[in-house]
């Protein structure tokens, strides 16, 4: 069965820093692409940055560029958001989400067709 | 930057059809994907590509994309398909992912 399981979610103070994981399991973890997407409480989906299988393209939404980096590895089957300089209106669900695509042809055209629950994101003071 | 117009919600009947609509500029040029949100719970995918259904999925959802207007179709529509819909595209001009508004589907 093919998972996503995301985890570091917290409470952190305003310009502090957290670092998300999503654990992958039950695909060939270095042939597609993976995603960040973010919900803010009662508001839509928002997509925060995307990842090829290999790892040598990243791409960053506006709001999170500079600020966010992308990354994974595949000896951990592990994607993963490293988040600096936290603002609340980082304060979300962070969800990471599998492309359904296991071709370059295709990237970063496709879609995520499996998603994890989602690990929540509270930056306050 | 692009962006996707949905209208803010849609209501039908049990059993009639629905259908979401998805604005943006020559989107005809895009891959369309649409997915549901229901309280609580992760999005699924339900069309991509404009109009393949993932496996899955009922064929009562349906998907189309033609000039400025991709349109996800939901046929006899039932109570479980009460949901938020959102559509989604690669903007190749900004090199983003796009979301569209978001469409909450209200089952009469």
């Known amino acids: 069965e093919v998972q996503l399981l995301e985890s570091g979610g917290g409470l952190v103070q305003p310009g502090g820093s957290l670092r998300l994981s999503c654990a992958a399991s039950?695909?060939?973890?270095?042939?597609?692409?993976l995603s960040w997407v973010r919900q803010a409480p009662g508001k839509g989906l928002e997509w925060v940055s995307t990842?090829?299988?290999?790892?040598?393209?990243?791409y960053y939404a506006d709001s999170v560029r500079g600020r966010f980096t992308i990354s994974r590895d595949g000896s951990k089957n592990t994607l993963y958001l490293q988040m600096k300089s936290l603002r609340a209106e980082d304060t979300a669900l962070y969800y990471c989400?599998?492309?359904?695509?296991?071709?370059?042809?295709?990237?970063?055209?496709?879609?995520?067709?499996?998603w994890g629950q989602g690990t929540v994101v509270t930056v306050s003071s | 930057s692009y962006v996707l117009t949905q209208p803010t919600s849609v209501s039908v009947a049990p059993g009639k059809t629905a259908r979401i609509t998805c604005g943006g500029n020559?989107?005809?040029?895009?891959?369309v994907h649409w997915y549901q949100q229901k309280p609580g719970q992760a999005p699924v995918l339900v069309i991509h590509?404009?109009?393949d259904r993932p496996s899955g999925i009922p064929e009562r959802f349906s998907g189309s994309n033609s000039g400025n207007t991709a349109t996800l179709t939901i046929s006899r529509v039932e109570a479980g398909d009460e949901a938020d819909y959102y559509c989604?595209?690669?903007?190749?001009?900004?090199?983003?992912?796009?979301f569209g508004t978001g469409t909450k589907v209200t089952v009469l």
């Open positions: 989400a599998k492309g359904d695509c296991d071709s370059t042809t295709c990237f970063p055209n496709d879609a995520s067709d499996i």
């Open positions: 990842i090829s299988g290999s790892g040598r393209t990243t």
């Open positions: 590509y404009d109009s």
């Open positions: 989604q595209v690669w903007d190749s001009t900004s090199d983003h992912r796009v």
């Open positions: 020559n989107i005809e040029s895009k891959s």
């Open positions: 039950g695909f060939s973890f270095s042939t597609h692409a």
